[in-house]
């Protein structure tokens, strides 16, 4: 018996959470949606399976490729849009659910995903017979005094502090923490993020400081760090003399531009809550003096990648954007020196990618000899 198997391609539609993989791979549970079909494949007796795929193929294939618990032949073949027939399966549910209408914008794909979250929740115990509603990853620690009330899916080194209350319907990412007492129900805490005590969780998902409230339609992209934030390795942090020089710079540079011409400005999110103003006019100095108080600030550097949003992050090379989502921001870069002087521009990733991978000792020295050069640097003379 064979499979056929359509992703759905709603990638449109994510202009909430902005996930880099399409929604056929996002997680429900203990692994993501379409490898429950195959799971579902392997008990049915099926041999192969054929998926098409119009939605960022490439991450599918690689997700397949990467899994080996599946004893069934499989295929797949990039479309140009998603295909209609039959004999095909939606993977826009989980195995067992009833057909529904597809979502229309991105708090309705999130609640999609919580939906097929909820329904797991619900079944998993029909289908794996030691998951007893109550699932703790190696190395969970949790405070005697804590309430965890399933179902819930706690992954690898998760703590849970004293007096919080979890669940149900909680899922937790690897390496995360709650600090006591906390309250989470119906959320799902993404890998290394760390929430603080007396607060409350609900209905939302928290990636690092990003808060997404489901119930609200709030969509809030860094919470103060006192709440929540990322346990991940930080990119380098500016040094104290760093920070002062940059204040020093930011106070004499917005004294000068007073008495200079007037220009239009735009605002740059950058993928890690970075919101910088920029001037359109002007040398590099004048355009982005006010990215100088977030050095001061200690989140940014003097010298570093130029910051990108996150839609231009996911656009790159996979491992292009790991290496880039890890490099420190900073006010100048290695990428102005040759012309490149914004996210938008075709060969500013391969500079900022030399730059994030060459020794830092290396780029300072280059930052020392051109430092005034950045600063007098104007973009349209450059790009001449």
């Given amino acids: 018996m064979d499979w056929t198997l359509a992703?759905?391609?709603?990638?449109?539609?994510?202009?909430?959470?902005?996930?880099?993989?399409?929604?056929?791979?996002?997680?429900?549970?203990?692994?993501?949606?379409?490898?429950?079909?195959?799971?579902?494949?392997?008990?049915?007796?099926?041999?192969?399976?054929?998926?098409?795929?119009?939605?960022?193929?490439?991450?599918?294939?690689?997700?397949?490729?990467?899994?080996?618990?599946?004893?069934?032949e499989w295929s797949l073949e990039a479309v140009p849009k998603e295909p209609e027939g039959p004999q095909i399966m939606r993977v826009d549910r989980l195995p067992?659910?009833?057909?529904?209408?597809?979502p229309t914008d991105g708090w309705g794909l999130l609640d999609r995903w919580f939906a097929l979250r909820r329904h797991w929740f619900e079944h998993a115990p029909d289908r794996l017979p030691h998951f007893e509603r109550l699932a703790l990853g190696r190395f969970t620690q949790i405070h005697p005094t804590a309430k965890i009330r399933p179902p819930v899916w706690f992954e690898d080194y998760v703590q849970v502090g004293p007096n919080c209350e979890v669940g149900p319907y909680v899922?937790?990412?690897?390496?995360?923490v709650l600090e006591g007492p906390s309250v989470v129900r119906n959320a799902v805490l993404e890998g290394n993020t760390i929430l603080a005590g007396h607060t409350e969780l609900i209905d939302a998902v928290l990636d690092g400081g990003r808060l997404i409230h489901l119930r609200h339609r709030a969509d809030i992209p860094k919470l103060d760090i006192l709440i929540a934030d990322s346990l991940k390795k930080r990119a380098a942090e500016p040094s104290t003399a760093e920070r002062i020089v940059a204040g020093a710079m930011y106070a004499a540079f917005e004294t000068a531009a007073r008495f200079g011409p007037k220009s239009t400005r735009r605002v740059i999110d950058?993928?890690?809550?970075?919101?910088?103003?920029e001037?359109?006019?002007?040398?590099?100095?004048?355009?982005?003096?006010?990215?100088?108080?977030?050095?001061?600030?200690?989140?940014?550097?003097?010298?570093?990648?130029?910051?990108?949003?996150?839609?231009?992050?996911?656009?790159?090379?996979?491992?292009?954007?790991?290496?880039?989502s890890d490099a420190p921001r900073g006010v100048f870069a290695f990428s102005d020196l040759h012309g490149s002087h914004g996210a938008d521009s075709e060969l500013e990733a391969v500079h900022a990618v030399f730059q994030a991978s060459s020794a830092r000792d290396a780029m300072r020295e280059v930052f020392k000899e051109n430092f005034r050069r950045l600063l007098e640097t104007t973009p349209e003379e450059e790009d001449d």
């Fill in 7 to 72: 992703l759905p391609d709603w990638a449109q539609l994510d202009t909430v959470r902005k996930s880099p993989l399409p929604f056929a791979l996002w997680q429900v549970g203990d692994q993501p949606i379409l490898h429950h079909w195959l799971d579902d494949a392997v008990n049915q007796g099926v041999s192969s399976v054929h998926i098409l795929c119009s939605d960022r193929p490439s991450e599918v294939r690689r997700s397949m490729e990467q899994a080996h618990l599946w004893r069934l």
């Fill in 96 to 102: 067992g659910m009833s057909p529904e209408a597809p």
């Fill in 171 to 176: 899922s937790l990412g690897s390496g995360a």
């Fill in 270 to 277: 950058s993928f890690d809550g970075l919101e910088l103003e």
């Fill in 279 to 324: 001037e359109t006019e002007g040398p590099l100095w004048r355009r982005r003096r006010t990215w100088l108080k977030e050095v001061a600030r200690g989140r940014m550097r003097l010298w570093g990648v130029l910051p990108r949003s996150q839609a231009q992050l996911d656009a790159l090379d996979p491992e292009w954007r790991q290496v880039l």
